[in-house]
């Protein structure tokens, strides 16, 4: 499996990016496709998570503001982040669980809040 991420970007607090990954290779094993993000020194922080079904799960920084699809056609995921805070700078990654528990992990996308 390999993931391709876009979209990040500069934006000033309150304004909206829209991230997306593109799946490739044996996506037919994908079940679970999900956002993480890292800031330097910290750990890598889990964002959002979306299965197959299109079941979703947030991280309760993020509720209410983003939103994470999946258009199964395309084989790509998107993220949708409103109301962006300066706390929401960081490398996005987006992250691809197989049904036989395998990881993998995109080459992450700059987002940059400024205040």
């Known amino acids: 499996v390999q993931l391709q991420a876009s979209g990040g970007g500069l934006v000033q607090a309150g304004g909206s990016l829209r991230l997306s990954c593109a799946a490739s290779g044996s996506i037919f094993s994908i079940n679970v496709m999900g956002w993480y993000r890292q800031v330097p020194g910290k750990p890598r922080e889990f964002i959002t998570t979306?299965?197959?079904?299109?079941?979703?799960n947030y991280a309760d920084s993020v509720k209410g503001r983003f939103t994470v699809s999946r258009d199964n056609a395309k084989n790509t995921m998107y993220l949708q982040m409103n109301a962006l805070k300066p706390e929401d700078t960081a490398v996005y990654y987006c992250?691809?669980?197989?049904?036989?528990?395998?990881?993998?992990w995109g080459q992450g996308t700059q987002v940059t809040v400024s205040s």
């Open positions: 992250n691809a669980q197989t049904t036989s528990a395998l990881w993998y």
């Open positions: 979306i299965t197959s079904g299109g079941s979703t």
